[in-house]
């Protein structure tokens, strides 16, 4: 964190240092994803995607088509590097598709 004299920060900073006090960091990613998944995926993909979820660095996909869910599983770590570099981070360390 970058300060500045008498204990003043930027509120970036302060954003920041927000969100990890209050672990809100993991919530916020989450919603990040399920609002840009469709504009990355496409609606056809989106159409099946029931949940999207965000734990501990995996991110949960539930499909709700066999041979979508199987796909999807061979593209799995394409759509971890196109979900990093949207959020500019690397919040997704592993994706699981169910």
Do not use: C, H
Request: aromatic share 6%; glycine share 8%; charged share 35%.
């Amino acid at each position: 964190m970058e300060e500045r004299g008498n204990n003043e920060m930027s509120l970036k900073d302060a954003l920041k240092a927000m969100l990890e006090q209050y672990r809100l960091k993991g919530k916020l990613n989450q919603s990040r994803i399920r609002s840009k998944w469709e504009e990355m995926m496409g609606p056809t993909i989106a159409g099946y995607t029931t949940d999207i979820k965000l734990y501990k660095g995996k991110l949960f996909i539930t499909i709700n088509s066999a041979a979508l869910r199987q796909e999807l599983s061979y593209g799995k770590e394409k759509i971890q590097r196109l979900l990093n570099e949207e959020l500019g981070e690397e919040a997704v360390q592993e994706v699981v598709i169910r």
